[in-house]
């Protein structure tokens, strides 16, 4: 990606159980965002069903084409890299929760399907959990995606660091009353592995829950350059990924860590 990236990230509302709406919508909020300008859109977490688990199977994308057509024409025709968030799909008979990236022809670079299942949403009862982590290259860039509950696990952003990103994204459907939890995960994400966090939360509410926003972007000093508020809208960020060495070196965490000395398990 040319320096520096402009970030949009698709603050949105979703609704329950409805991908015709949902993709409808995403179309339009793609369209907005790449004529504003932008190198990456990023969308939230499931927002072609949202948390619909009772009837996931019937509702989810088959295979993610649907995702990969629509989506994917998209990108192409603005020459724009999305991170499709996650959508729920179904492959061989399994549904899983996964996200889809795009780069500007179109072409899926990759995926990744959520590995840490949430109880609290009961995801474990209905979905799948995926095998692999989720490390790519986008435009010469080097990230890592993960999903949601994922931020709780240190385990797999280190990982992720370790193997070489220089920015996390995290598409999620986060609710209250844990915008601590949310805040204080994706800062010490970015401080502990001196990386960019690109978050993407979506608005509204399912049933009982309410999800907040507070979409975010933290550099690699912990600094938030971004922090949405709880309504729907497109924000804009740019990240200078030149910052990513340069505090690797001030602070040389990954030449100082012990891992002889770390438990494996
Ligand atoms: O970890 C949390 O508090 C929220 C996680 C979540 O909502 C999810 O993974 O969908």
């Not at 993709?23 to 069903?49: R, S």
């Not at 993610?64 to 890299?81: D, F, P, S, W, Y």
Request: charged content about 25%; proline content about 4%; overall charge negative.
């Amino acid at each position: 990606m040319k320096q520096p990236v402009r970030i949009a990230l698709l603050q949105m509302d979703i609704a329950l159980g409805d991908p015709a709406t949902n993709f409808a919508k995403a179309t339009e909020w793609i369209d907005q965002a790449a004529a504003q300008g932008t190198d990456l859109i990023v969308l939230p977490e499931m927002w072609n069903t949202a948390y619909s688990l009772h009837n996931i199977r019937e509702i989810a994308d088959q295979n993610g084409a649907q995702t990969r057509e629509m989506i994917g024409a998209l990108a192409a025709k603005h020459r724009v890299n999305i991170l499709a968030g996650s959508v729920a799909d179904v492959r061989d008979g399994e549904v899983y929760n996964t996200t889809y990236l795009f780069d500007r022809t179109g072409a899926v670079v990759g995926d990744y399907s959520k590995i840490h299942l949430f109880r609290l949403m009961d995801e474990e009862k209905y979905l799948q959990g995926g095998e692999q982590i989720g490390r790519f290259s986008l435009d010469g860039v080097e990230i890592g995606s993960m999903i949601c509950y994922d931020l709780r696990f240190p385990e797999l952003s280190r990982t992720l660091s370790l193997s070489g990103a220089q920015v996390v994204f995290v598409p999620a459907e986060w609710p209250h009353p844990r915008l601590n939890h949310w805040r204080h995960l994706q800062i010490a994400r970015a401080i502990e592995n001196q990386m960019f966090v690109v978050s993407c939360n979506r608005v509204g509410r399912a049933g009982e829950t309410e999800f907040f926003g507070h979409s975010m972007v933290i550099d690699p000093w912990g600094e938030i350059l971004l922090e949405a508020d709880e309504t729907e809208g497109i924000h804009h960020v740019t990240i200078d990924l030149g910052v990513v060495p340069e505090i690797r070196s001030r602070i040389p965490i990954f030449e100082d860590r012990r891992p002889e000395l770390y438990s494996q398990k």
